[in-house]
């Protein structure tokens, strides 16, 4: 049937052609509107309660992203830096798309008074004098507040925390923000450095596009390298270009068309189909040249050549499609997604590849020295069938060699880890990465969780259990070395009550359930009037009512907007840590959970925020990515099953794959490269791609073994037909795939070179442990049916050849 669509092509090659072009040029036109979103959270579906709860914390609360900028300079509490630092303060306060920004210089100070308590800025104006700037330090580190938040403890360090406003879009301010503070950063002495989610998206984004651009230009380059030293022609350097270029724009056209952005987790999607999409052409290209000796007819050495290859090229598209689309089975979109574009990317290079590529060749002349008879086998033909020969005379070294790897991967997979931060995937002189480094080690931290108080009814988080709970959260928290802070409406209660009281030590705390408190009355006697003091139990849930009236009367609500809704029945507690790894955030995620589950009766209360969203994506990436790998080896199987019509051939298929997924593994667990998002997809990408050389292996071997009628002799027979080909393809793949290691994140940079490796290994597998296994055990499952294509005479000639220009 193949054949017969073969055959239309070449009747109308201009017709193929042409179509071809208008839909590149049709889906190239998309591209202009790609976009860009690098937060993989995005992604996260409403099913997963803590995305939930983020987006319903957005809907309560006036904001829920933060930019913190660190000040340093020669000496941060000099005049002229606390000048700047007011400012700069100032120039923050005045954007429309900023809720708040909290400032060593706009700190509220809450002080006792007669009358009762008063709250005050820190500062109605810069200090100039001496006395005036020791006042305000002092005043500034006996804030419980800012201590560690807004000012560091050794005195080096000032903060500030830009709250966005919910209606703000964090990447389009951001991009406008950073010029700002840069144009700043210049204007004053202080050294201003950026932190928090928004900053590191925005720059994931600009490494995304950087990426993208190497990946592709840098691909193009070197499969224009490796055709010109492989084939040696023009047609065998511009046709795979050709190739690899629409497949691209195709599936990236597509891409725009449906209206996925490009996210962190496709970017190396271009470069993944455009390595996958090369290997066809060469496998084409090479059976066209070893067919084209002796040939004089140009349309039927292209049938020729398509006869042999529509299979194949079919069959491992297929499969590769298959190990791609198995990524769809991940509970994590962005995982998802990349296979499923990948999967197109691959079905459009299968589409191009049997009908442009023969169009292509139909109207061009076999290259005349091709066309000569006499021609001498060339040296890599040669070198595999001595390869060939050398597996079939000591075929018994097979026993050792799988005891080896068995004993080497089980060694190295014991080692493996599983660890992710985000911020360490930057390289470790990045703006990004030495802006965290400093602000976690003077500061509370950048990466938080969020725990959401949601009472039964209004007034709820007024009481002193549930404040006294906040607090105790907040200790058994800060026990944990990796927390900096916890804040919450627990800490301006307690700072109320100490000051309502005399500002005395022992007041620093949650009122009781039921509160004596002590006051001053007038009270008759006799003729006079004299003050005294008295004493009444209230309760403390009327107490805290008092603190939060007088509190919201006296100072800024927007103070406490951040922390509690306006009836007081939803609260939040945020936790900082002064890291991003996610070993570090599931032991306390563990922590937190666990006290949780035993403490704030009668209230519901669950984690959220950004470090807990990261958790979820980690573990969906890992279970899915597990369940993925299972799938697409199901899938492998399930597929060259039927295409070779024999489970004991889809078992032989998957042999390369297991073998290059072991050495995968182990690579990692003795290199420490850790287990994460871009390393596990490795896996299921090793298994698509890998399973290409397999199959053209094992189609070949069994055309050769009813040619030649032995097991022994068909292994150098099909290493000359086949095996250059395959490693000549793995080379290039291989190649393609290490573009990736020049990525600007430390994950994709390992991911690239797994792949690479792995492609090399999975290519080494098929022509070696499959000859092996065939030589030794000689299933009678792999000779061809009489008849069968195969059985007759081949055309004698290798898939190599020497090329010269076409």
Known sequence: MMIRFTRHVIAHPWRYVGLTLVITLVLGYQLQYMQMDPDVTDALPQKIPAKRLYDKMGEIFPTKEFIFIGMEGDDIFSRESLEDVWEITARFESLPAIYDVMSPTNVSLILGTEEGMEVRDILSAPPQTPV???????????????????????????GMMILLKNTTDAN????????????????????LILAGKAVASHYVSEGMQKDMSTFFMGGLVLIFVLMLVIFRTLRGILVPLGVVIMSVIWTLGAMVLLGFPMSHATEVMPILIMSIAVADSIHIIAHYYANARGEQDRKNLVVRTMEHMNSPVIMTSLTTMAGFSALGVSSFEESAKLGFFTALGVFFAMLISISFVPAVFSLLPIPRILAKRNHRQPLDARVAVAWGQLLVRYSKGLYPLVGLVVLVSAWGISRLEHSYSSIENFAPDHPVRTAYDRVNEHFAGTTSFQVMIEGREGDMIKEPRILQDMDDLKAEALNYERVGDVVSLADFVKRINKVLNGDREEYYAIPAEKALVTYMDWEQRGDQWVEVEKTDTVSGKELVAQYMALYEMSGKPEDLANLVDYDYRNAKLSVFMDTDDMNTARELD????????????????AITGMAKLFLVVD?????????????????????????????????????????ALLLNFTIMGLSNIHVNLETMMTSSIAIGVGVDYAIHFIYTYRRRLGREGSFAHAVPATMEDSGVAIAYNSFVVAAGFSIITLSQFVSIQRMGLLITITMLTAAFGALTILPLVFNNFRPKVLRLPAGKPGTRAEPEGSTTYEGQDA
Do not use: K
Not at 132 to 158: W, Y
Not at 590 to 598: E, G, N, P, Q, V
Not at 628 to 640: A, D, N
């Open 132 to 158: 005036e700037i020791e006042t305000f330090q002092r005043d500034l580190f006996s804030s419980d507040l800012a201590l560690g938040n807004l000012v560091s403890r050794d005195s080096t360090m000032m």
């Open 172 to 191: 389009d301010f951001i991009e406008t923000f950073i010029p700002l503070v840069e144009e700043l950063d210049a204007a004053t002495e202080l050294d």
């Open 590 to 605: 563990r922590r937190l959970s666990a006290f949780i589950t035993d403490h704030f009766e009668g209230a519901e209360v």
């Open 619 to 659: 573990g969906l990436i890992v279970s899915g990515q597990i369940t993925s790998i299972s799938v697409s080896l199901f899938l492998v199987w399930l597929i060259t099953t039927f295409m070779f019509r024999s489970p004991l051939i889809g078992l032989f298929s998957a042999l390369p794959l297991f073998f």
